[in-house]
């Protein structure tokens, strides 16, 4: 019986899959044009159940690119940029925050009134965009610790008594109302030409300088808006951003439970990481030591 | 001496190559340089220079120029911003001086020169529109006199007087407009044309600003035969990743011999065999470009370019071989190279862009594993390591109390499987620095030697 009628179901099957995939496109499209979050989170475990979550963060000021689209450039891009990074830099402290974290934002008068600091942050900046366009290209390797910021970090982490360093990236693009529809002609009523903006946010451990959570969104928006309003962007592009990264007291007790069993295998080196390594160097090399041995 | 970083730099003497654009300030570099690299080409009616290249002024042609400029200003924020600014030193009042003394007087309101010096291991050196010159430690750090300096400072001060900037501004706008427009009937070759144009007048106007450059340091009483000694500095390639493209067609640049020669010949024009009493000034200038020189080695190997710090640290300690701190210099680029040699040879292009590829898509950790993963990386790791180790000892020969010698020496030690060792240098490095901002990490570097002893590492 089944066979049978179910048949003829099938061939009429076409037409509803069809259907389906028009509904489909037509949801994408939307979704695509009213600039809806997908925001991506990338942390390692122990990141996520709150072992290696640094609580107290160093933010580092974003440094923010705005490129505008056009045939000949003569805006004024690097104080429209500098506009996104001051509000950039507000949107995600006051976020995270809200999430119940400390957050120290490092001012640029901070960082001057030392030579030293001013290179440590620089050095800083540089190496994490040496690592950028590798977390880029792939984001999933922060679940295997891949990307480190080096040694500075964990100074610069030292000096300011951090648990982790926050680094953010924006990348702005601005596309005039004009061309956007422009492009619209001839591509079915969709520009290919857009306004939008993009933001990255790392965080970084304190120990040994390591990626341990990497969150990424876009927003789309306008020329206009971008230009002149520059913290709503922003703060909503913070919002997006920061949408998978969990709150203060959030621990994935799945995850914990998964690390703790892998943590149990390796308990005898948890011990000596609890002394005083000079002390127990000392004691190593002390002449008792060397009798015994 | 490029009116953009996007036009990278040679390198000096086995000190700068390690790279276009890759060093800290490049990116902000390439934007910097969008007036007068990306646009480099010059209009078809320059303002040429009259005599004792003095130029006419250029009145700014609209609200667009007027922008421009205000975004170049805004630059000088940027850079102090992103902390890129070189200003704590004697040197940065000294740069000043000298390209004050090389200054014409200003021919337009938007001018106003001022002096800049960029912390970034590259060699280079850059002038925008509205005045702002600016050179990078890396390139003071490879000068060998105050006469190559001027000679730099007026080449730049060449660019702006000659208001190259906008002028190729304007060339390109016109010539971007024409191919939007013929464009499509050309089929794209107009495009072709554009690209060579480009390429080949921005030549042209470095011609100009190293002869009227040349004129302007010799008036200010410098021996202009340092212009030609300053271009034979560039070249080299340590880290093995600068591609050679062929010949010199598409560079910028003319090519580096033809504009040694023509500075030569221009100066021994002008001086007519009597080169006398004109300026040098090798040993004040080197004085004062030490610290300059000790932070370009330390930056170089932040930026994960050991050989050219390595060469830069031997060129300083053979000008100067008992300051302490160029012996800790040469042992800290030691340490740097890890499993690396300290030389490339001769590689093929192929070879080269296998290394730039690796730099991008490699972590440096993964690269170094790599390099240990042979016997010639283990066997290059022990030679540096001795090296480093050797390079420390002198270094606290000369000067006792340094305790970065001793942390470095701890790592160099460390390497050499001489755990015990590297641990009576780390304790002393701890107690001298107990406020170290490495503490952390030099505690875990214990925490790791003493699981090393308490498996029977070796005793000295």
Same mark, same amino acid.
């Given at each position: 019986m089944?066979?049978?009628?179910?048949?003829?179901?099938?061939?009429?099957?076409?037409?509803?899959?069809?259907?389906f995939?028009?509904?489909?496109?037509?949801?994408?499209?939307g979704?695509?044009?009213?600039?809806?979050?997908?925001?991506?989170?990338?942390?390692?475990?122990?990141?996520?159940?709150?072992?290696?979550?640094?609580v107290?963060?160093?933010?580092?000021?974003?440094?923010?690119?705005?490129i505008?689209?056009?045939?000949?450039?003569?805006?004024e891009?690097?104080?429209?940029?500098a506009?996104?990074?001051?509000?950039a830099?507000?949107?995600?402290?006051?976020?995270?925050q809200?999430?119940?974290?400390?957050?120290?934002?490092?001012t640029?008068?901070?960082?001057?009134?030392?030579?030293?600091?001013?290179?440590?942050?620089?050095?800083?900046?540089?190496r994490?965009?040496?690592?950028?366009?590798?977390?880029?290209?792939?984001?999933?390797?922060?679940?295997?610790?891949?990307?480190?910021?080096?040694?500075?970090a964990?100074?610069?982490?030292?000096?300011f008594?951090a648990?982790?360093?926050?680094?953010?990236?924006v990348?702005?693009?601005?596309?005039?109302a004009?061309?956007?529809?422009?492009?619209?002609?001839?591509?079915?009523?969709?520009?290919?030409?857009?306004?939008?903006?993009?933001?990255?946010?790392?965080?970084?451990?304190?120990?040994?300088?390591?990626?341990?959570?990497?969150?990424v969104?876009?927003?789309?928006?306008?020329?206009?808006?971008?230009?002149?309003?520059?913290?709503?962007?922003?703060?909503?592009?913070?919002?997006?951003?920061?949408?998978p990264?969990?709150?203060?007291?959030?621990?994935?007790?799945?995850?914990?439970?998964?690390?703790?069993?892998?943590?149990a295998?390796?308990?005898?080196?948890?011990?000596?990481?609890?002394?005083?390594?000079?002390?127990?160097?000392?004691?190593?090399?002390?002449p008792?030591?060397?009798?015994?041995? | 001496?490029?009116?953009?970083?996007a036009?990278?730099?040679?390198?000096?003497?086995?000190?700068?190559?390690?790279?276009?654009?890759?060093?800290?300030?490049?990116?902000?570099?390439?934007?910097?340089?969008?007036?007068?690299?990306?646009?480099?080409?010059?209009?078809?009616?320059?303002?040429?220079?009259?005599?004792?290249?003095?130029?006419?002024?250029?009145?700014?042609?609209?609200?667009?120029?007027?922008?421009?400029?205000?975004?170049?200003?805004?630059?000088?924020?940027?850079?102090?911003?992103?902390?890129?600014?070189?200003?704590?030193?004697?040197?940065?009042?000294?740069v000043?001086?000298?390209?004050?003394?090389?200054?014409?007087?200003s021919?337009?309101?938007?001018i106003?020169?001022r002096?800049?010096?960029?912390?970034?291991?590259?060699?280079n050196?850059?002038?925008?529109?509205d005045g702002?010159?600016?050179?990078?430690?890396g390139?003071l750090?490879?000068?060998?006199?105050?006469?190559?300096?001027?000679?730099?400072?007026?080449?730049?001060?060449?660019?702006?007087?000659?208001?190259?900037g906008?002028?190729?501004?304007r060339?390109?706008?016109?010539k971007?407009?024409?191919s939007?427009?013929?464009?499509p009937?050309?089929l794209?070759?107009?495009?072709?044309?554009?690209?060579?144009?480009? *390429?080949? !007048?921005? @030549?042209?106007?470095?011609?100009? %600003?190293?002869? &009227?450059?040349? $004129?302007?340091?010799?008036? #200010? +009483?410098?021996?202009?035969?340092?212009?030609?000694?300053?271009?034979?500095?560039?070249?080299?390639?340590?880290?093995?990743?600068?591609?050679?493209?062929?010949?010199?067609?598409?560079?910028?640049?003319?090519?580096?011999?033809a504009?040694?020669?023509?500075?030569?010949?221009?100066?021994?024009?002008?001086?007519?065999?009597?080169?006398?009493?004109?300026?040098?000034?090798?040993?004040?200038?080197?004085?004062?470009?030490?610290?300059?020189?000790?932070?370009t080695?330390?930056?170089?190997?932040? *930026?994960? !370019?050991? @050989?050219?710090?390595?060469?830069? %640290?031997?060129? &300083?300690?053979? $000008?100067?071989?008992?300051? #302490? +701190?160029?012996?800790?210099?040469?042992a800290?680029?030691?340490?740097?190279?890890?499993?690396?040699?300290?030389?490339?040879?001769?590689?093929?292009?192929k070879?080269?862009?296998?290394?730039?590829?690796?730099?991008?898509?490699?972590?440096?950790?993964?690269?170094?594993e790599?390099?240990?993963?042979?016997?010639?990386?283990?066997?290059?790791?022990?030679?540096?390591?001795?090296?480093?180790?050797?390079?420390?000892?002198?270094?606290?020969?000369?000067n006792?109390?340094?305790?970065?010698?001793?942390?470095?020496?701890?790592?160099?030690?460390?390497?050499?499987?001489r755990?015990?060792?590297?641990?009576?240098?780390?304790? #002393?490095?701890?107690?001298?620095?107990?406020?170290?901002?490495?503490?952390?990490?030099?505690?875990?570097?214990?925490?790791?030697?003493?699981?090393?002893i308490?498996?029977?590492?070796?005793?000295?």
């Amino acid at each position: 019986m089944t066979r049978t009628q179910i048949a003829p179901t099938r061939q009429g099957s076409p037409r509803a899959a069809r259907t389906f995939w028009v509904l489909v496109l037509v949801a994408a499209a939307g979704l695509v044009s009213t600039g809806s979050a997908f925001a991506k989170g990338y942390m390692t475990v122990p990141f996520r159940y709150r072992k290696a979550r640094p609580v107290k963060l160093l933010l580092l000021p974003p440094h923010a690119e705005f490129i505008k689209n056009k045939v000949i450039m003569t805006e004024e891009m690097v104080n429209e940029s500098a506009a996104l990074e001051v509000e950039a830099t507000n949107a995600l402290a006051a976020q995270l925050q809200q999430r119940g974290y400390k957050v120290r934002v490092l001012t640029t008068a901070e960082m001057r009134k030392t030579a030293g600091l001013q290179q440590l942050v620089t050095r800083v900046n540089d190496r994490y965009n040496e690592e950028w366009s590798k977390l880029v290209n792939r984001p999933r390797q922060v679940k295997k610790r891949r990307y480190s910021v080096g040694p500075d970090a964990v100074k610069l982490c030292t000096l300011f008594k951090a648990d982790g360093l926050a680094v953010a990236r924006v990348q702005a693009v601005g596309v005039s109302a004009g061309k956007a529809i422009l492009s619209g002609i001839g591509n079915l009523g969709v520009p290919s030409h857009r306004s939008f903006a993009r933001m990255d946010l790392s965080i970084i451990d304190s120990r040994e300088g390591r990626v341990e959570a990497f969150f990424v969104d876009h927003e789309a928006t306008s020329l206009k808006q971008l230009t002149r309003k520059p913290a709503k962007i922003m703060g909503q592009l913070a919002a997006n951003v920061l949408d998978p990264y969990p709150a203060s007291t959030f621990e994935d007790l799945e995850a914990a439970r998964g690390a703790e069993v892998a943590e149990a295998k390796s308990d005898d080196s948890e011990g000596a990481e609890e002394a005083d390594p000079i002390a127990e160097f000392e004691a190593l090399m002390s002449p008792q030591q060397k009798a015994r041995k | 001496m490029k009116t953009g970083a996007a036009e990278s730099r040679a390198e000096l003497r086995g000190g700068g190559s390690a790279g276009r654009a890759r060093f800290p300030a490049g990116q902000i570099l390439m934007g910097a340089g969008l007036l007068a690299a990306l646009l480099g080409a010059p209009a078809s009616s320059m303002v040429r220079a009259g005599a004792g290249g003095v130029y006419e002024a250029l009145p700014l042609d609209d609200d667009d120029e007027e922008r421009l400029l205000r975004n170049v200003n805004a630059y000088e924020d940027l850079f102090v911003r992103r902390g890129y600014r070189y200003e704590t030193s004697e040197l940065d009042a000294f740069v000043g001086r000298v390209g004050a003394a090389l200054t014409p007087r200003s021919t337009d309101p938007y001018i106003k020169y001022r002096f800049r010096i960029l912390r970034d291991p590259q060699a280079n050196a850059f002038a925008l529109p509205d005045g702002q010159v600016y050179v990078n430690t890396g390139m003071l750090a490879g000068l060998e006199n105050e006469a190559q300096l001027a000679a730099l400072l007026a080449h730049e001060i060449q660019h702006t007087a000659g208001h190259h900037g906008l002028l190729s501004y304007r060339s390109a706008r016109r010539k971007i407009i024409t191919s939007m427009v013929l464009g499509p009937l050309t089929l794209g070759v107009g495009d072709v044309f554009l690209a060579l144009s480009v *390429a080949g !007048y921005s @030549r042209e106007l470095e011609s100009e %600003a190293d002869r &009227l450059g040349l $004129e302007r340091m010799h008036a #200010a +009483g410098y021996d202009p035969r340092q212009m030609a000694a300053l271009f034979e500095l560039f070249g080299g390639d340590p880290e093995g990743e600068s591609v050679q493209t062929s010949g010199s067609k598409w560079s910028t640049h003319p090519e580096t011999l033809a504009r040694v020669e023509s500075a030569r010949t221009q100066a021994a024009r002008r001086l007519g065999g009597r080169p006398a009493n004109l300026k040098v000034n090798a040993q004040g200038y080197r004085r004062l470009a030490r610290q300059a020189g000790l932070d370009t080695v330390q930056d170089m190997i932040a *930026a994960d !370019y050991p @050989r050219a710090a390595l060469g830069m %640290a031997r060129w &300083l300690l053979s $000008e100067d071989a008992t300051d #302490a +701190g160029r012996h800790l210099a040469v042992a800290d680029s030691y340490l740097a190279l890890g499993a690396r040699q300290a030389q490339v040879g001769d590689l093929s292009n192929k070879e080269k862009r296998a290394n730039r590829w690796a730099r991008y898509t490699h972590t440096r950790e993964e690269r170094e594993e790599r390099r240990l993963g042979t016997e010639e990386g283990r066997k290059a790791l022990r030679v540096n390591m001795d090296l480093a180790r050797r390079s420390y000892l002198r270094a606290l020969e000369l000067n006792p109390n340094l305790p970065e010698a001793r942390r470095g020496l701890g790592y160099a030690l460390d390497g050499l499987d001489r755990p015990q060792d590297a641990g009576v240098h780390f304790v #002393a490095y701890l107690k001298a620095r107990p406020g170290a901002a490495d503490r952390e990490l030099v505690l875990d570097r214990m925490r790791e030697i003493n699981g090393k002893i308490k498996r029977g590492g070796k005793v000295r």
